[in-house]
C-alpha cells in the first residue's frame, strides 16, 4: 500500500505562481511512476502531468505545457508540480497518483493506469 497526501495549494492570482508536493509513505521499496489530474467543479477529472518512476522521462497535457513542470525527488519520497503563470481556468483539485510496479522508465496519462490516489488540494486562480 502507498499513502499520497497533497500540499501547496490555495489561492492565487492570475500570472502567478504555486509549487504542489505530493508526499508518499508505505511501500516505497519499488519503483512507481506519478502522475497529476486536476477535477474543475462541473467537470470530469483530466490528466495535467506525468512522470516516470526514474525521473528521466516526462509528460504533460497540452493546456499546461510551458506554464507547468512535473519533477520528483525519490530520496524524499516526493513528486512535485511546479505552476506558473496561472489562469483562472485552472482553478481545480489537484490529485496526484501512483503507479506501482511500473515496466522500465516511462509514464502514465490515463486515469485507469494508475492504484493510489491522494485526497486533492485545492488551487484557486483569480482575475
Known amino acids: 500500500q502507498v499513502h499520497l497526501v497533497e500540499s501547496g495549494g490555495g489561492s492565487v492570482q492570475a500570472g502567478g505562481s504555486l509549487r504542489l508536493s505530493c508526499a508518499a509513505s508505505?511501500?516505497?521499496?519499488?519503483?512507481?511512476?506519478m502522475g497529476w489530474f486536476r477535477q474543475a467543479p462541473g467537470k470530469e477529472r483530466e490528466f495535467v502531468a506525468a512522470?516516470?518512476?526514474?525521473?528521466?522521462?516526462?509528460y504533460s497535457a497540452g493546456s499546461v505545457k510551458g506554464r507547468f513542470t512535473i519533477s520528483r525527488d525519490n530520496a524524499k519520497n516526493t513528486a512535485y508540480l511546479y505552476m506558473s503563470s496561472l489562469k483562472p481556468e485552472d482553478t481545480a483539485v489537484y490529485f496526484c497518483?501512483?503507479?506501482?510496479?511500473?515496466?522500465?522508465?516511462?509514464?502514465?496519462?490515463?486515469?485507469?493506469?494508475?492504484?493510489?490516489w491522494g485526497q486533492g488540494t485545492q488551487v484557486t486562480v483569480s482575475s
Open positions: 512522470i516516470s518512476w526514474g525521473g528521466g522521462d516526462t
Open positions: 508505505g511501500r516505497t521499496f519499488s519503483r512507481y511512476a
Open positions: 497518483a501512483a503507479h506501482y510496479g511500473a515496466r522500465g522508465d516511462t509514464y502514465y496519462i490515463t486515469q485507469d493506469a494508475y492504484d493510489y
